[in-house]
């Protein structure tokens, strides 16, 4: 006698654990991108699963929006983005793709605290930008003869740049800045020289 569980063509049933990390994987990009007006069947679709299934894992919405939203902020995501920048692109470019990692990050959480209602409540980490800072020295490397500041330095100068152009004022200006463009200021200030003495 063929049962459901071993029904052929059928996939063998993930562990709870396993089957809340894939539904929280598909979670964080609808949160971020709807916030909590997010519905079960975008959640189910996203996943590739059952709407059943997402309320058997986390029993309700509030309580995988919280799970969601502790997730999107751990900060290994931002860290994972700046060590697959390559030390060996152009400085410009490093420059761009840190900023374009922050201000996603900037910008996703705003929209999940707005979801929550709050940050949620998250273990203590040590030095967390000390260690983004480890990160981006190890990034600029390469340029180390070039760059006036210390990496910490230039860390603390990119998040504040990368914070204030995610702020929705700013960033739904009527032309708002590109992380290219962002990246020219960072690099070259604002004489237009392009790094050429005058």
Not at 37 to 64: H, N
Not at 70 to 80: A, G, L, M, W, Y
Not at 119 to 137: A, F, G, K, Y
Not at 181 to 188: S, T, Y
Request: aromatic share 4%.
């Amino acid at each position: 006698m063929t049962t459901q569980q071993d029904a052929p063509g059928r996939a063998p049933a993930l562990p709870l654990e396993d089957r809340r990390e894939m539904i929280l994987d598909a979670v964080v990009p609808l949160l971020v991108a709807h916030g909590s007006d997010v519905t079960s069947k975008q959640i189910a679709e996203a996943a590739g699963i059952a709407e059943g299934t997402v309320f058997r894992a986390f029993g309700d919405k509030e309580s995988l929006i919280r799970a969601a939203a502790e997730k999107f902020f751990d900060p290994e995501t931002v860290r994972n983005g700046l060590r697959a920048i390559d030390p060996d692109d152009p400085l410009d470019a490093k420059v761009a793709q840190i900023i374009a990692v922050l201000r996603t990050r900037f910008t996703g959480a705003l929209r999940v605290m707005a979801a929550v209602g709050r940050e949620p409540q998250m273990q203590p980490v040590r030095r967390p930008h000390l260690e983004n800072s480890d990160i981006i020295e190890r990034i600029f490397a390469p340029d180390a003869a070039r760059l006036a500041w210390p990496a910490e330095r230039i860390t603390h100068l990119l998040r504040l740049l990368s914070f204030a152009s995610s702020i929705p004022p700013v960033s739904e200006a009527a032309t708002p800045f590109t992380n290219d463009e962002l990246a020219q200021l960072v690099v070259h200030g604002i004489t237009g020289t392009n790094g050429v003495p005058a």
